[in-house]
């Protein structure tokens, strides 16, 4: 019975195989048909053994062809291989080094050690005795301000400097006419005494001239009333060396009439008048002028040094001489509008209390 059954399996076995084979043939041969009638390009040219086909149609209803198949070359395919693994070469990152910032180290400022003020001694300082008041004679106010001037030298006084009143009603002075050197240019220069003028238009005067013209000396004597021109004093012949003296006094308040006194005390020449003139009577000058010359200041004549002496005032009720009243020094400047440019014409010395006077000193000519 189980010998049966084997050769029964075994016949079993051997159709199954029978049938998977002829099924795979059969695929196989219909696969490849396919492949023919589809895709021609991979075949070879087809050659048929039959020979060309009647036009007859009976005979064509039971034609069978014959098919003729070459098989395909067994053409070997070549493997695509993969392209190589590439391992990335990893570049060694070099090493950064760091940057090492320098350390600062802050020293402290040491805070100055201030010593101890010292306790003062018992070292006494000497206590001054106050300057005692003097019970002389005051210090005359000579030269209370100074001031420049274009045209002016010496001194003039007032009441008050500052408010000055009219009050004055006499000038008069002594001086010696100075010897003038030639100049090769036309010089001139004028001594006088007058009152008014310093404050205002107003201005009596009388005095000498002591010029340089066309290369001769000349000297005369003058007196003027503001603004009239000077006149000339033809009665007194004036030489170099002469002394001079000269006053002006009010002798009529109410008429305004002043009294005009010159005489050459070396030649014994004289002058007077009496004028009325309506002064401001505001000040008494002493003064050494360049004067105008056709409209304008002339040069200065070189007198070397001119000496003026008994120079009094009356101021309201007092008289007395430049040292007693408010004063003003004059000195002369070829300019007051630019400092950088002027140049001193003259230089005024104090005024002397014994001598009752000063001195004027020639310095350049303009």
């Given at each position: 019975?189980?010998?049966?059954?084997?050769?029964?399996?075994?016949?079993?076995?051997?159709?199954?195989?029978?049938?998977?084979?002829?099924?795979?043939?059969?695929?196989?041969?219909?696969?490849?048909?396919?492949?023919?009638?589809?895709?021609?390009?991979?075949?070879?040219?087809?050659?048929?053994?039959?020979?060309?086909?009647?036009?007859?149609?009976?005979?064509?209803?039971?034609?069978?062809?014959?098919?003729?198949?070459?098989?395909?070359?067994?053409?070997?395919?070549?493997?695509?291989?993969?392209?190589?693994?590439?391992?990335p070469s990893l570049v060694p990152t070099p090493a950064l080094t760091p940057l090492l910032l320098p350390t600062i180290t802050l020293i402290p400022t040491p805070i100055p050690t201030i010593p101890p003020t010292p306790t003062p001694t018992s070292t006494l300082i000497p206590t001054l005795p106050p300057s005692p008041t003097p019970t002389s004679t005051p210090t005359p106010p000579s030269t209370q301000t100074v001031t420049k001037s274009e045209n002016w030298a010496g001194y003039a006084v007032a009441s008050d400097l500052q408010n000055p009143q009219p009050t004055v009603t006499g000038v008069s002075a002594s001086w010696t006419v100075p010897s003038v050197a030639p100049n090769s240019t036309d010089a001139f220069s004028a001594i006088w005494i007058g009152v008014g003028g310093k404050f205002d238009r107003t201005l009596i005067q009388c005095g000498t001239e002591q010029d340089s013209v066309g290369g001769q000396i000349h000297y005369s004597a003058w007196y003027e009333l503001l603004p009239k021109n000077s006149k000339t004093i033809s009665t007194i012949n004036v030489s170099a060396g002469d002394e001079i003296k000269a006053s002006i006094q009010l002798s009529n308040q109410t008429a305004d009439e002043w009294s005009i006194n010159i005489t050459d005390l070396t030649s014994g020449q004289s002058f007077q008048i009496t004028v009325t003139y309506a002064s401001s009577q505001l000040s008494a000058e002493w003064i050494v002028e360049r004067p105008t010359v056709n409209r304008a200041l002339s040069p200065l004549a070189n007198f070397g040094t001119i000496s003026l002496s008994n120079c009094t005032a009356t101021v309201g009720s007092a008289t007395g001489g430049i040292g007693s009243l408010p004063a003003n020094e004059i000195i002369m400047y070829s300019s007051i509008a630019s400092s950088n440019s002027t140049v001193q014409l003259t230089n005024v010395s104090g005024f002397s209390v014994d001598e009752g006077g000063f001195a004027v000193d020639y310095l350049a000519s303009n």
């Amino acid at each position: 019975m189980r010998k049966i059954e084997s050769t029964a399996n075994v016949y079993l076995a051997a159709a199954l195989i029978t049938v998977v084979v002829v099924a795979f043939v059969a695929a196989y041969v219909i696969i490849r048909t396919e492949m023919h009638v589809t895709y021609p390009k991979f075949l070879p040219s087809v050659a048929s053994t039959q020979a060309p086909i009647a036009s007859d149609s009976s005979e064509s209803e039971n034609f069978t062809p014959s098919l003729t198949t070459t098989p395909l070359p067994q053409t070997s395919v070549p493997l695509i291989s993969p392209p190589p693994t590439v391992t990335p070469s990893l570049v060694p990152t070099p090493a950064l080094t760091p940057l090492l910032l320098p350390t600062i180290t802050l020293i402290p400022t040491p805070i100055p050690t201030i010593p101890p003020t010292p306790t003062p001694t018992s070292t006494l300082i000497p206590t001054l005795p106050p300057s005692p008041t003097p019970t002389s004679t005051p210090t005359p106010p000579s030269t209370q301000t100074v001031t420049k001037s274009e045209n002016w030298a010496g001194y003039a006084v007032a009441s008050d400097l500052q408010n000055p009143q009219p009050t004055v009603t006499g000038v008069s002075a002594s001086w010696t006419v100075p010897s003038v050197a030639p100049n090769s240019t036309d010089a001139f220069s004028a001594i006088w005494i007058g009152v008014g003028g310093k404050f205002d238009r107003t201005l009596i005067q009388c005095g000498t001239e002591q010029d340089s013209v066309g290369g001769q000396i000349h000297y005369s004597a003058w007196y003027e009333l503001l603004p009239k021109n000077s006149k000339t004093i033809s009665t007194i012949n004036v030489s170099a060396g002469d002394e001079i003296k000269a006053s002006i006094q009010l002798s009529n308040q109410t008429a305004d009439e002043w009294s005009i006194n010159i005489t050459d005390l070396t030649s014994g020449q004289s002058f007077q008048i009496t004028v009325t003139y309506a002064s401001s009577q505001l000040s008494a000058e002493w003064i050494v002028e360049r004067p105008t010359v056709n409209r304008a200041l002339s040069p200065l004549a070189n007198f070397g040094t001119i000496s003026l002496s008994n120079c009094t005032a009356t101021v309201g009720s007092a008289t007395g001489g430049i040292g007693s009243l408010p004063a003003n020094e004059i000195i002369m400047y070829s300019s007051i509008a630019s400092s950088n440019s002027t140049v001193q014409l003259t230089n005024v010395s104090g005024f002397s209390v014994d001598e009752g006077g000063f001195a004027v000193d020639y310095l350049a000519s303009n």
